[in-house]
């Protein structure tokens, strides 16, 4: 069925816009050739999903001249130019899945349930354990006030002690939350703990919840198993949460594959591409109120959220976790602390504006640096080992296990950093993505840049459920936008000192040649597509990724900014007088030309 599909129609209902994209065959490749958008219609006055579904695809309608819909019917299968042989969806509507976690110990348990539902696609608006410092009543309130969705209770090994667990499902009794979505209806609870518990869980929330049973995600504290948890959140998902949500009974009806959580297909897509391309990568989508981040390192994936780190809703946030002077370290051309609280603060009202001049462009950049640098922290303490050395993690769940909690996110094996959300696709110039980037993540050794054009990725991820090829041909090609290559030194000395000497030939004949002083960056042109071979000798202070003064040889891919050569140390340090780093920003803002005419 796969090879024989000619055009596929995918949407994502988002919480404000829902997007519609038309993938066909051109030739012996899949390319994603029409988009259409329109406000989402999950809330009133509407109260209906498929209106703005239906918006979006008359869009696609009337730009490829294709006729996909027979009134409110999607035409299938394609035939002579005319409907479509599979439609597809995603949806974060109404605010995605909401969940509670709640484990007996915070570090362990608590822990490996926040993994199972993150992976899942979920914010987790909470995390509950037996230690968390909390009185009784305190987390009764909690379960009571947040309203979640569903919550994954876990707790207890397999054969171990079974009052702890049990206590942890007598807090949710007491609670008795209300489901967000329909009034009737009973919160799903996935019991995924000790197994010899499940008579006393099934006889405390039995007749209050709709309580389902779901292997035990921590057997053995060495072990971890999510997978079967990971599977009973995606049914409840779709069962219970979107069956609830207006309108979306007759979209499941329309789907050739179940609706995925926008952020659960987002993963799905990166964790193929890696796979398929044998690259360890580190996506991030960074929203109005959240900031997802995404890492396939040795073919083992994980999600994390950053619920609190946005660029509208959540900007506040950013600042109160940053701090101001964080933020505006960043600024060339420095604002008055008030006149930056005012700034930012008006963002978070009106959240739909856009930066009018270049300062306040530069502000938004500044504080999104922070923002992706803050979330990428989240992720790294959040993507540790177990104390063990067996595992059983799948997509959108996994990764490498070690001792000592050590974190997982290791920067010199990272080949490529994916960015994704509006203040990065949609920067006015492609260097300034790629300089925030760099500047929140401070990649080491050579590292690949790309952006997602036009946030496609939800709709590419449960495509591939379906036909894979489609999926990963289209998110290649149509999807990322290459920026380059960017090599990055580790290390500190004094500015000015050799940090690394570098040649450059390039696929014509040409060669380039240099040294690079501490402090320094250059940006050289490499187009897409383009290639060139890069040797670089550090000086004995600095680490090019092979060790401390020990030169490399290396294959630099181009992009739409091309090569940048960053000697200005790891960790990154700005001074901190103010003229001098004033100085400093300008300087590196001339060197990569961030502000074009």
């Not at 988002?14 to 051109?26: D, M, P, Q, R």
């Not at 309608?61 to 409907?83: N, Q, V, Y």
């Not at 959240?290 to 900007?315: C, E, H, K, P």
């Not at 696709?425 to 952006?451: C, E, K, N, W």
Request: with cysteine.
């Amino acid at each position: 069925m796969s090879r024989e599909m000619t055009a596929i129609l995918a949407t994502d209902c988002g919480s404000t816009t829902t997007k519609a994209i038309l993938i066909e065959k051109v030739g012996e490749e899949y390319r994603q050739t029409f988009r259409g958008e329109s406000p989402t219609t999950v809330e009133a006055p509407f109260d209906d999903v498929t209106r703005g579904v239906l918006n979006a695809i008359q869009e696609i309608e009337e730009l490829s001249g294709r006729k996909i819909l027979d009134g409110e019917k999607i035409l299938t299968p394609a035939e002579e130019g005319r409907g479509v042989d599979i439609y597809v969806s995603t949806s974060s509507a109404g605010g995605g899945l909401q969940m509670m976690v709640a484990g007996v110990v915070m570090a362990m348990t608590a822990e490996s349930a926040q993994r199972c539902a993150l992976g899942a696609g979920a914010i987790v608006m909470d995390v509950l354990a037996g230690n968390d410092g909390r009185a009784a009543h305190e987390k009764i309130e909690r379960i009571r006030v947040l309203r979640p969705d569903m919550i994954l209770l876990s707790g207890g090994t397999d054969g171990g002690t079974v009052s702890h667990v049990v206590e942890l499902a007598e807090y949710i009794r007491a609670a008795d939350p209300k489901p967000r979505l329909g009034g009737s209806f009973k919160l799903p609870v996935i019991f995924a703990g000790n197994k010899d518990a499940r008579g006393r869980i099934q006889e405390i929330l039995g007749d209050r919840t709709a309580l389902v049973m779901a292997d035990n995600i921590r057997p053995i504290l060495e072990r971890e198993n999510l997978a079967p948890a990971r599977h009973k959140i995606h049914d409840l998902f779709l069962e219970h949460v979107m069956a609830q949500a207006p309108g979306y009974g007759v979209l499941m009806g329309w789907t050739g594959a179940p609706i995925m959580p926008t952020p659960a297909a987002v993963g799905l897509i990166m964790e193929n591409a890696a796979r398929a391309q044998g690259l360890n990568l580190l996506g991030v989508d960074i929203g109005g109120a959240t900031t997802d981040v995404f890492s396939v390192v040795d073919g083992q994936f994980t999600r994390t959220v950053s619920a609190n780190l946005g660029m509208s809703y959540s900007i506040s946030n950013v600042l109160a976790e940053a701090g101001i002077e964080k933020i505006e370290r960043w600024l060339a051309d420095p604002l008055a602390e008030q006149e930056m609280r005012n700034r930012i603060k008006n963002k978070m009202i009106r959240p739909t504006t856009i930066p009018q001049t270049q300062a306040d462009l530069a502000l938004e950049q500044a504080v999104a640096r922070e923002a992706l640098r803050l979330a990428l922290d989240q992720h790294k303490a959040l993507a540790v080992g177990l104390k063990g050395v067996q595992q059983e993690r799948t997509i959108a769940d996994a990764f490498e296990q070690e001792e000592g909690g050590k974190s997982l996110i290791d920067l010199y094996r990272i080949d490529l950093i994916i960015g994704s959300g509006g203040i990065l696709s949609h920067a006015p110039h492609r260097v300034q993505a790629m300089m925030m980037m760099i500047d929140a993540y401070q990649p080491l050794g050579l590292t690949q840049f790309a952006v997602d054009s036009i946030f496609m990725m939800p709709h590419l991820g449960v495509l591939s459920e379906v036909n894979e090829r489609a999926a990963t041909e289209v998110f290649l090609k149509d999807c990322l936008v290459p920026l380059g290559s960017c090599l990055a030194a580790e290390g500190r000395a004094k500015r000015g000192d050799p940090c690394f000497a570098y040649t450059i030939r390039f696929a014509d004949g040409g060669l380039v040649q240099g040294t690079l002083r501490f402090g320094e960056i250059l940006r050289i042109d490499l187009p897409p597509g383009a290639e060139a071979d890069l040797q670089a000798e550090p000086s004995k202070s600095f680490d090019l990724g092979a060790g401390k003064g020990k030169a490399v040889k290396l294959q630099a891919k181009g992009g739409v900014v091309g090569l940048i050569l960053d000697a200005r140390g790891r960790p990154l340090a700005l001074a901190e007088e103010e003229s001098e780093r004033v100085a400093q920003l300008r300087t590196w803002a001339k060197a990569v030309d961030l502000y074009p005419k």
